[in-house]
């Protein structure tokens, strides 16, 4: 199913579009059955955009992303485990991941996006990293406010965090990229899943069409042979759904920091203090 140009594709970049993962037809269940959890539970939400004063501000308050889902309900955690996802990660990664998170993000027309970060930041896999399947329940462009991702950022180590811009991003902090360095749009049709690695710098921009959803499924996973989560993602599943007991990572530590030497930009990493250069970029 995963051809060895793709394997390539996603050692050198990062990151993976696969199309046409799912169909037209699970899509359309995906669609009716998140909108249908969301006013389950959110029954103060369950109205539309246009009928209410909720969200006038934010549309996000009227659509909040959905967390953990498959902790409650077996569609999500039958996606989770679903047997494609796991052949074309087993693939891409050489080993069965073990799954630990999903998210279901509506994204209505005027919400705001999620800005630039690396989910290692908070997984803590250790060792090794995570890796998502980013599923696109919309088909999403600029317009919408696509994923974008930064093409080879996986080599790199965690980034340390800045403040990031919340009139355009409902996370509060970011990852600074140095000057010629950039994300990328992802360009996907609904049912396409984009796989990727845990320390790609990513994230989205606002949907800025005027009626358009850009709605996501998202599955988070961690490599087979990590022996720590952070506490949050446990219980920590095999992808036969049953559960593996691991040890719990800390948050902080060591992050990166873009300096400049001889005109290029170089990542120092700050460890208790002490600056050692460790990357060229
Ligand atoms: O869908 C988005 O806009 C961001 C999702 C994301 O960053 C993630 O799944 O880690």
């Known amino acids: 199913m995963i051809a060895q140009e793709q394997i390539e594709q996603y050692n050198r970049d990062g990151f993976l579009v696969v199309s046409g993962l799912f169909s037209a037809e699970e899509i359309e269940f995906y ?6 959890m969301r006013r389950t539970e959110h029954p103060e939400l369950a109205v539309s955009l246009n009928d209410t004063e909720i969200g006038a501000d934010d549309p996000l ?13 077996g569609a999500s955690l039958e996606w989770l485990i679903d047997s494609r996802l796991n052949r074309a990660m087993t693939a891409l990664l050489g080993t069965e991941p073990y799954a630990v998170q999903t998210m279901f993000y509506f994204k209505p027309a005027g919400a705001r996006g999620q800005a630039l970060h690396q989910d290692q930041y908070y997984l803590r896999v250790q ?27 996986h080599t790199w180590p965690l980034l340390c965090t800045v403040a990031a811009d919340t009139t355009q991003s409902f996370t509060d902090v970011t990852v600074p990229l140095p000057d010629g360095v950039e994300a990328v749009p992802v360009l996907m049709k609904a049912g396409d899943v984009l796989f990727f690695n845990g320390q790609i710098v990513h994230g989205s921009l606002p949907n800025r069409s005027g009626n358009r959803f850009r709605r996501a499924l998202i599955g988070h996973y961690i490599v087979g042979e990590a022996e720590k989560v952070y506490h949050w993602y446990k219980p920590v599943l095999r992808m036969d759904g049953s559960e593996i007991g691991l040890g719990e990572s800390e948050a902080g530590g060591a992050c990166g920091v873009w300096v400049e030497q001889d005109g290029a930009p170089v990542l120092e990493l700050e460890v208790e203090g002490v600056n050692r250069k460790i990357f060229q970029e």
């Open 31 to 36: 669609r009716t059955h998140f909108e249908s």
């Open 127 to 153: 060792p090794g990293t995570c890796m998502a399947a980013w599923m696109a329940v919309d088909d999403c462009d600029e317009e919408n406010g696509c994923l974008q991702a930064v093409p080879g950022s």
């Open 61 to 73: 308050k009227t659509y909040p992303r959905l967390m953990m889902p498959h902790r409650r309900d």
